[in-house]
Every structure is written in C-alpha cells, then in structure tokens.
C-alpha cells in the first residue's frame, strides 16, 4: 500500500503565528516523504530548539528533539545506529549555522547521509528577534539597536567550499519546488543542506513573502550543479534575483558507520552485553 498524507497526521496543535513561512515547509516535507513512499516509520526527524525545530511534533514520524545546535549530532548518531532509516534534520539558521555550525562542518566533511534543513528565516525567532549568524550588516533589532555588526555567513559558500555533497536553496514562496527540491535531497546518497528562505512575519519585516516571490529565480535547466567554481560565483555574486535549486553536487563516497568501525552488521543489530557496564553502573550507587 502506497503512503498517504493522512499517514503523517499529528493531532499536536501547531504554535506558531499564523502565516508563519514554517508552514509550507511543513506541508512540502509531507509532500516529499509522500513523493518517496517513505512510511512515517521508516523517518526520523532530528531537531534543536526554536521555532523550526518545533516541526516534528506537527507531523507523525519518529522523532528526536535534542539540544538547540546538536541537532546534526544526535542525527548523526541515529544514522549511524541504524542506517536503514530515513534521517533528516529541522533546524532554524541560528541551531544550524550558529550553536550547530561545528557540527555542521563535520557532517560535510564526514559526508554522512542525512538531510539537514534549515529554516533560514535570519532572526532568532524564539527567543524573541535577536540577530542570527544570516541577519544582514546593519540591521536594527531589540538588542541590537544601533544594527548588527557582523556581515552575515553565507551557508551556501560555506557549505560549496568544504564540498558539500549536496547544496540547495529553495524558499517558503515558492512550496512546489520546495517539495520537489526536498525529495531530491532526501534520496540522494550523503550529507544534503536545503537552505529555505522563510518570512518571519513577526520579527522581520524586510524579508516578507513579497520581498522572496520578487527576487527568488529557478536555476534554469542549463545550470550545471557539478561545477563548483560557477556554484560558488554564483552563491556569492550579490544580486537581485536569489537562486533557488540545486546549487552545488558532488560525487563523493557516502560514510557507513559498520564498515569505518570494522562491524558486519549496523550498531542497532550489535548484542548487548550488560556485564560491559555494569562496572560502571555500580560507581554511581
Ligand atoms: C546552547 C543554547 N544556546 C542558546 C539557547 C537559547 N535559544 C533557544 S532557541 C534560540 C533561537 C532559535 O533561533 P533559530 O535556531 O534560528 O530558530 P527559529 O526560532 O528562528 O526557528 C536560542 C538563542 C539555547 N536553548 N541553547
């Protein structure tokens, strides 16, 4: 039997503002993991603290909501336990790039195959708009109100030059190709970022729907993702019109967990032996 959008329900009530751009990723995710055939037990979504991060409860798929900025780790380790299940991450751009961004390095270079989405919406959301490592030079907030004095990271960049497997943007404005650019991540083999583009509508009142549905351009079928110099010109050229697709791929080998430690079957399958640790257990009495 085929996998239906009902499948994902989840009778958690949503607490974010209403028109806030985390819904079209919500529903585009659905979409994705409908697209794939992937049953809600087969995924495990892995998330922080934040807005964003609140997105597994709303939908009904195994979940881990860990520390804000360990979201790729506690992935990580999920993936490597067990790597027959689908493993994505939801994080905000503060989790992700911010408290995250060690770890995000890591998981680059590691090229271990999961999918990190970053809800970009270049605020802190939660704690109330303060800057994020994408808040642009200048800005105006609550705590900064003489403007942010640090120029913004660019993840595509970043992520471009450390070879990511896997670089795209796609934004809340445009929710088909969302859908369609997170299928693509998630069946691809290794370490995927989405970076979304989303309106705050709260604390951002610069970077609204009609500010992204103006400058958020397709890359057009002539665009080849496999040449990195023109991934990079093109993710660091400042100009009106904001790509979105795939930016940037790479053929790279794909980390397995049982054959880089030697095991024959993933660590899930591995017998637990308690006497190991019970020399331990018995310290703390
Ligand atoms: C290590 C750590 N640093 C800071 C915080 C406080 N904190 C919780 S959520 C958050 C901001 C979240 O922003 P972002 O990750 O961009 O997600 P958003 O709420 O915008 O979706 C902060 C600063 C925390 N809980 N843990």
Known sequence: MSVRLEDFHSEQEIAWCPGCGNFPILKA????????DLAPH???????????????????????????????????????????????VHAGEGGAYGEGGNHLLHAIRRNIDITLVVHDNKTYAL???????????????????????????NPLTLAISQNCSFVAQASSVMPDQLAELLQTAIAHQGFSLVNVLQP?????????????????TPLGPDYDPHDAQQAFLLASKPS??????????????????????????????QAVDPSVVSGYFHRFR
Request: proline residues 6%; hydrophobic residues 40%.
């Open 127 to 153: 704690t109330k708009g303060q800057a994020s490592p994408t808040t642009d030079f200048g800005t105006s907030t609550r705590i900064q109100p003489h403007g942010v004095a640090s120029s913004p990271l």
């Open 200 to 216: 705050c509508v709260v604390w951002d009142k610069v970077h609204t729907y009609a500010y992204y549905q103006k400058r958020c």
């Open 42 to 88: 087969r995924v495990v979504i892995c998330s922080g603290i934040g807005q964003a991060p609140k997105l597994p409860h709303y939908l009904r798929v195994n979940t881990f909501n860990g520390l804000h900025g360990r979201e790729v780790a506690s992935a990580t380790a999920v993936k490597m336990a067990a790597p027959d299940l689908t493993v994505l």
């Open 240 to 269: 009106d019109k904001i790509p979105v697709g795939i930016i940037y791929r790479a053929d790279r080998a794909v980390f397995n967990a049982a054959e880089t430690s030697g095991l024959d079957q993933p660590l899930r399958e």
């Open 29 to 36: 995710v659905k979409e994705a993991l409908v697209a794939l």
